[in-house]
RNA sequence: GCCUCCGUAACUCAGUUUGGUAGAGUGCGUCCUUGGUAAGGACGAAGUCGUGGGUUCAAAUCCCACCGGGGGCUCCA
């Protein structure tokens, strides 16, 4: 925002004839405007600008009316003192806003007409402060970009496909024939453009499943979850989370919002190619996290750590981490502003001990991707010099995969990793998303003076494994539905791996009299399994149907016969054959299905006659 | 952030080209039906046509701006 104050004997306005489009109403009080003794300010409002560079301004013309002993205030909206004009709409609606804003500082106002060509005179006073021009900027905050993200410009890379026998190909020399899921991923990655105008799977699956859904009321990107989709997020939140503590990690809780202007945050900041949320507290600026990084430094560098404790493991899973992704990046369950990633930062003695563990949390993450039955492509990003030192420890991992994978080479580091890896999913529009992703850190433990007592008493920097096991849940519930939507449209039958199921088992009973039969199931499954009982007014074909549409594994149907019998009539998804079961080998063979995961209750009514719709 | 498409009942959508103030299916409510493995039947209620401005005798329909959503660019967990 930027004005031009004159302080003047008289200023006399008159629009003329033309306007542009969007022209205010022309009024009495603005068709001619004749003022004695004024400080006229012209005004352009810029791009960026808001409510702060208002309070701004109208705090800079009271201190300049004051000392030039002016009463009076003209705005003069003049758009040519800028190269950056705001949006018309936000133009008109700041100038007058500033019109308030200085008449509630105590002086008389006027405006000249916004939109209208005008002709006027003036006559300026001349004395030495009867000029002035004063700028405020409303960018100040929106447009912290780190340095890292300006440097991704200047990244030089080379790809290439490293295959389960060792052998490092360059892409443009591979075939590609055998792994379309490679290739689509390599041609995203080097990127060639795609164009679909199809929604994403995953964006209809949501809605019809009830699982989150935008929430119009917060910033995009910034979603509301409902019973169904909480649960699922509950249940890979636990897991992953027992994964970590599992493999020895301790869990801990960090605070979501850091200072600006601590030293260490401040480079980090500026090695993360991210934006960041701001939060004012009083005068100061905090920033949101985007990851727990900074909590767990903190916690490591005032920690007093021996080589003993070493690799020393530290977990927290965020919710949130926050990254002000540009609105347009911003996409279902794919990229948030706000969302929950479990985050595990390993402290080792050594590079072998970093080699190993990263080793490790490779094959965790291999085992959590299963767990969601998603398939994934793996790339490596390496720092060329230590790839040539390390052939035959990559070499291994191909193995691991057992298919080929993406190499990343580059020769200049430009993060603060020397290497990483990532799972990468492809989706039902050829897009590719990361998920699972693990770097070895050579910058931090320095950074935020991290260190560790080593055998012989002197203090050495460890070397910091970040390691995101399952990726963003929202983003592992994304390829979950990803993977099924593709399933489904290509005629197969789509499903929940059965323990995120948000119903394991439905109880249909096939007429009235046998809904409490039904009922008692349901209360003998609780806290195994999670069931309910459709008990609704509807023919037995419908509600067999509406639980095929909710992808329910189990539907166990109950009438006379089998009331009679203590026994279920189950149909497994995928197969319309009837299977009679007794309730307790239906409760033991999904408890042991599920064994090995979490187990929560649903927080719905688990009678269907009660529950209501959310969308 | 930029480009582009979209926004009509709780949901999915028709109606917009050629202006004359709204329709269908699903869901919801009431009643009938009391069922044997993917939609039983009848009746009924329900809409600021995303918001605000403009053009017009008249706007869901034409114009502008804004808000929200999808896709593309860019970017990432």
Same mark, same amino acid.
């Given at each position: 925002m930027i004005t031009l104050?004159?302080?003047?004997?008289?200023?006399?306005?008159?629009?003329?004839?033309?306007? !542009? %489009?969007?022209?205010?109403?022309?009024t009495d009080e +603005?068709?001619?405007? &004749?003022? =004695?003794?004024?400080?006229?300010?012209?005004?352009?409002?810029?791009?960026?600008?808001?409510? &702060?560079? /208002?309070?701004?301004?109208?705090?800079?013309?009271?201190?300049?009316?004051?000392?030039?002993?002016?009463? /009076?205030?003209?705005?003069?909206?003049?758009?040519?003192?800028?190269? $950056?004009?705001?949006?018309?709409?936000?133009?008109?609606?700041?100038?007058?806003?500033?019109?308030?804003?200085?008449?509630?500082?105590?002086?008389?106002?006027?405006?000249?007409?916004?939109?209208?060509?005008?002709?006027?005179?003036?006559? /300026?006073?001349?004395?030495?402060?009867?000029e002035l021009s004063k700028r405020v900027s409303g960018k100040e905050e929106g447009e912290l970009i780190s340095q890292s993200l300006k440097q991704e410009d200047e990244i030089k890379s080379e790809f290439y496909i490293l295959t389960p026998d060792g052998m490092l190909t360059p892409v443009d020399e591979y075939d590609f024939s055998n792994d379309k899921d490679l290739e689509i991923f390599k041609n995203y990655e080097i990127k060639k453009s795609r164009v679909y105008e199809r929604?994403?799977?995953?964006?209809?699956?949501? #809605?019809?499943?009830?699982?989150?859904?935008?929430? %119009?009321?917060?910033?995009?990107?910034?979603? *509301?979850?409902?019973? *169904?989709?909480?649960?699922?997020?509950?249940?890979?939140?636990?897991?992953?989370? =027992?994964?970590?503590?599992?493999?020895?990690?301790v869990e801990v809780e960090t605070p979501i919002m850091y200072d600006f202007q601590h030293p260490a945050l401040e480079k980090y900041l500026n090695r993360f190619p991210a934006r960041q949320y701001i939060v004012k507290s009083d005068k100061k600026k905090y920033f949101l996290r985007f990851a727990a990084c900074f909590g767990q430094f903190l916690i490591s560098s005032s920690s007093q750590i021996s080589y003993r404790n070493l690799p020393l493991r530290m977990y927290e899973l965020t919710r949130y981490s926050f990254r002000r992704e540009q609105s347009g990046e911003v996409a279902g369950l794919?990229?948030?502003?706000?969302?929950?990633?479990?985050d595990m930062h390993t402290l080792t003695v050594d590079l072998n001990s970093a080699k190993e563990e990263f080793g490790k949390q490779f094959e965790m993450c291999q085992s959590f991707m299963s767990d969601i039955d998603i398939s994934y492509v793996v790339a490596f990003r390496i720092l060329r010099e230590w790839y040539e030192? $390390?052939?035959?420890?990559?070499?291994?991992?191909?193995? #691991?995969?057992?298919?080929?994978? +993406?190499?990343?080479m580059f020769d200049k580091r430009y993060a603060y990793f020397i290497t990483k890896f990532e799972f990468n999913v492809v989706d039902s529009l050829d897009k590719c998303t990361a998920l699972s992703t693990v770097q070895i850190d050579v910058e931090n433990a320095e950074?935020? $003076?991290?260190?560790?007592?080593?055998?012989?008493?002197? *203090?050495?920097?460890?070397?910091?494994?970040?390691?995101?096991?399952?990726?963003?849940?929202?983003? =592992? !519930?994304?390829?979950?539905? @990803?993977?099924?939507?593709?399933? #489904?449209?290509?005629?197969?039958?789509?499903?929940?791996?059965?323990?995120?199921?948000?119903?394991?088992?439905?109880?249909?009973?096939?007429?009235?009299?046998?809904?409490?039969?039904?009922?008692?199931?349901?209360?003998?499954?609780?806290?195994? /399994?999670?069931?309910?009982? &459709? =008990?609704?007014?509807?023919?037995?074909?419908?509600?067999?149907?509406?639980?095929?549409?909710?992808?329910? %594994?189990?539907?166990?149907?109950?009438?006379?016969? @089998?009331?009679?019998?203590?026994?279920?009539a189950v149909r497994k998804r995928g197969s319309r054959e009837q299977l009679s079961m007794t309730v307790? @080998?239906?409760?033991?063979?999904?408890?042991?299905?599920?064994?090995?995961?979490?187990?929560?209750e649903l927080s719905l009514s688990n009678q269907l006659s009660k529950r209501f719709s959310f969308i």
């Open positions: 104050c004159l302080h003047t004997d008289y200023i006399r306005i008159r629009p003329v004839e033309k306007a !542009i %489009p969007n022209a205010e109403m022309l +603005l068709k001619s405007i &004749d003022v =004695d003794e004024c400080l006229v300010a012209f005004l352009a409002v810029e791009d960026g600008d808001g409510r &702060d560079s /208002v309070e701004h301004m109208a705090g800079l013309i009271e201190e300049h009316a004051k000392k030039v002993n002016a009463k /009076v205030i003209v705005i003069y909206p003049y758009v040519h003192l800028t190269q $950056n004009p705001a949006p018309i709409a936000d133009a008109y609606s700041l100038t007058k806003e500033l019109e308030s804003a200085v008449k509630s500082r105590g002086f008389n106002t006027f405006r000249a007409p916004f939109g209208w060509y005008k002709s006027f005179e003036l006559k /300026v006073k001349g004395h030495p402060l009867s929604v994403p799977e995953h964006i209809k699956l949501m #809605k019809e499943h009830e699982i989150a859904q935008p929430e %119009p009321g917060s910033d995009v990107g910034n979603l *509301k979850w409902l019973p *169904k989709g909480r649960l699922i997020k509950k249940l890979l939140e636990k897991h992953v989370t =027992d994964m970590c503590i599992g493999s020895g990690a794919r990229r948030l502003r706000a969302f929950t990633m479990p030192q $390390n052939r035959e420890w990559y070499a291994e991992f191909a193995k #691991k995969v057992g298919k080929p994978m +993406l190499i990343e950074r935020f $003076n991290i260190s560790y007592v080593s055998s012989d008493g002197s *203090k050495k920097r460890p070397y910091i494994l970040h390691a995101s096991i399952s990726g963003a849940i929202e983003r =592992d !519930i994304y390829a979950v539905l @990803e993977k099924q939507g593709m399933v #489904k449209s290509s005629g197969g039958v789509p499903m929940f791996p059965l323990w995120l199921a948000p119903t394991q088992v439905r109880v249909i009973p096939v007429s009235a009299d046998q809904v409490d039969y039904a009922r008692g199931i349901v209360h003998n499954m609780r806290g195994k /399994v999670r069931a309910d009982v &459709d =008990d609704r007014n509807e023919s037995l074909g419908k509600r067999i149907r509406e639980a095929e549409k909710e992808w329910v %594994p189990y539907i166990a149907v109950v009438g006379k016969e @089998e009331a009679a019998k203590g026994t279920v307790d @080998e239906l409760i033991t063979e999904v408890s042991e299905k599920t064994a090995m995961y979490p187990y929560e």
